[in-house]
């Protein structure tokens, strides 16, 4: 089946750092990536959209100057928290789907972010 | 807006016991509806969909599922669940247009972590 790596798994940082994480589909070609946030006991929360070679498009109430969003090849996105402060510890899920609306949704390990 | 509501933040069975997983959700229109499972350590992965047809769908590992459409319910079941069913399981919509084409984002319910007992 398709496979979406999501790295690195976990990270711990101060604060004020600047953190990406990464998405890549190894045998598919992602036309559209999505990225979300899962608090404790919390659904997933979708943060952004985005289509190869196009700006994201961010939900309401998400920072774009905060989580950059870069999806730059059919294969690869990648999300960058910066100036990252402790109420952005969360974990971070990423999704990848083919250019269809009803293709499936293959999604990442996650990415566990810690901000001391 | 949509929205999805998990009746159920942690159920504990014991093995062979059954299974039944509450989900509603809020939408106007027609969905698709998911169930997707989340095993420790690793990423989501979709159990099973209804997109039209049968409101009954049968996915992996014996899983199966009903769509209510007068009760906006999509219910997950299993008649006998296994030491290795143990994972979170969420449910989610998404709404589809008249052409039958998804569309807008998918929404999750917050999870219902199925612990299983040998």
């Given amino acids: 089946g398709a496979v979406v790596s999501q790295h690195p798994s976990r990270v711990i940082c101060k604060s004020g750092t600047s953190v990406k994480i990464e998405c890549r589909s190894l045998d598919f070609q992602a036309t559209t990536m999505f990225w979300y946030r899962q608090f404790p006991k919390q659904s997933l929360m979708l943060m952004a959209t985005s289509n190869e070679g196009s700006k994201a498009t961010y939900e309401q109430g998400v920072e774009k100057d905060k989580f950059l969003i870069n999806h730059a090849s059919l294969t690869l996105s990648t999300l960058t928290v910066t100036s990252a402060h402790p109420e952005d510890s969360s974990f971070y899920i990423c999704s990848a789907r083919g250019p269809h609306s009803n293709q499936p949704q293959h999604f990442g390990d996650g990415t566990r972010l810690s901000i001391l | ?118």
Avoid at chain 2, 20 to 40: A, M, R
Avoid at chain 2, 77 to 85: A, E, G, I, L, M
């Fill in chain 2, 1 to 118: 807006a949509q929205s999805v509501s998990q009746h159920n933040h942690h159920v504990i069975l014991s093995e062979a016991a059954s299974l039944e997983l509450g989900c509603n959700y809020s939408y106007g229109g027609t969905v698709n509806l998911f169930w997707y499972v989340q095993y420790p350590g690793q990423h989501l992965q979709l159990l099973l969909k209804y997109f039209s047809g049968d409101p009954l769908v049968k996915g992996i590992k014996g899983f199966e599922a009903e769509f209510i459409k007068s009760k906006f319910s999509f219910n997950l079941r299993k008649p006998s669940v296994q030491w290795s069913d143990t994972a979170e399981y969420f449910c989610a919509v998404k709404g589809v247009d008249a052409g039958g084409t998804s569309y807008g984002k998918l929404t999750f319910g917050q999870g219902t972590i199925l612990t299983v007992h040998p």
